[in-house]
């Protein structure tokens, strides 16, 4: 059975930054959730950061920095949250991510632009591009279309 990675905050987790969930209601989610395809993973808590947390952005990408509102520098637990991430990808055998868009670890085609003052750019979050990097497709919630396409091509591979 294919398996998805998913942001846990999608699942009802209280991982966010400010200790709150993004609930994603939606009738496939629950459905993959009964059919055993969803393995739920917050790579900031993974990483070390406690909950909540202070908002952090990503500040330059070559090399990566991130950087939270009180200017402490986060980026190796961003990374280490990146590296877990695709570790357990791996170790489930997951064909591709589902995450939280905009976030600067699980966004997967813009993020804030490191001033804090609600600017996107475009780039994927730490996790989401390490992700990426390793050839797992990630898909963020707006793109559960292309999401329900690709897996219906992977059980076909299997069939
Ligand atoms: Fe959700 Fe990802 Fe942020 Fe964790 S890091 S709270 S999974 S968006």
Redesign the pocket.
């Known amino acids: 059975m294919k398996k998805i990675l998913m942001?846990?905050?999608f699942l009802g987790q209280k991982?966010?930054?400010d200790g709150q969930d993004?609930l994603l209601e939606h009738p496939l989610i629950q459905q993959w959730k009964e059919e055993g395809h969803i393995v739920p993973?917050?790579?900031?808590?993974a990483g070390g950061l406690p909950t909540p947390r202070h908002p952090a952005e990503i500040t330059t990408r070559h090399p990566v920095m991130v950087v939270n509102l009180i200017g402490e520098d986060v980026t190796p637990q961003f990374l280490q949250g990146a590296e877990l991430a695709v570790e357990k990808a791996k170790e489930v055998g997951a064909c591709c991510a589902l995450?939280?868009s905009r976030?600067p670890?699980?966004g997967n085609r813009e993020t804030y632009n490191g001033n804090f003052d609600g600017t996107l750019v475009p780039g994927s979050g730490v996790t989401a591009a390490e992700l990426q990097r390793h050839g797992i497709p990630v898909f963020n919630e707006r793109e559960l279309d292309q999401l329900v396409e690709f897996m219906t091509m992977q059980e076909a591979d299997v069939a």
Do not use: D, G, H, M
């Not at 993973?41 to 808590?45: R, S």
């Open positions: 942001s846990a905050c991982v966010r930054y993004s993973f917050c790579p900031e808590v995450l939280k976030s670890s699980c």
